[in-house]
């Protein structure tokens, strides 16, 4: 079973490099915010979490650049959740500019981990439980 989940994003002009392109490394906390948008329509709290002692830092992170983002657009952020257990969160990226145009398709996958070791852990009951 998937979870899905959309977020938009206007292109802020710092956001651009010379070309008027965004800027490739901004995609990543792009992601970021629409991961933890789609994670909190679950109910699930970033800070929550570690409050329990877990953490869900990025092991990977995957990303394929089709067309570029331009400063003004509006940029749709299609997100989907997978459980990869047994420790790992697998959260899949589609972006589309206003015309619909896919812009990226991106993949991150997030391990589970007790904060005080550092060290892997079962995917908490909080999130599978949503499976």
């Known amino acids: 079973m998937k979870i899905n989940g959309e977020i938009k ?7 651009t ?9 901004n995609y990543a906390e792009y992601f970021e915010v629409a991961r933890v948008e ?18 869900l830092p990025v092991k990977k992170f995957n990303i394929d650049y089709l067309k570029p983002a331009l400063y003004d657009e509006e940029l749709s952020i299609y997100t989907s959740l ?13 972006t589309t500019n206003s015309k619909k145009e896919k812009i990226n398709t991106a993949i ?22 949503l499976f």
């Open 9 to 15: 994003i206007r292109v802020r002009y710092s956001e």
């Open 17 to 25: 490099d010379k070309m008027g392109f965004v800027y490739y490394g």
């Open 38 to 55: 789609l994670l909190r329509k679950l109910g699930i709290i970033y800070s929550n979490l570690e409050d329990l002692n877990i953490g």
């Open 82 to 94: 997978e459980l990869s257990p047994p420790s790992s969160l697998v959260f899949k990226y589609v």
């Open 108 to 129: 991150t996958t997030l391990v589970a981990i007790d904060l005080k070791s550092k060290r892997p852990i079962k995917i908490p009951k909080v999130i599978s439980e």
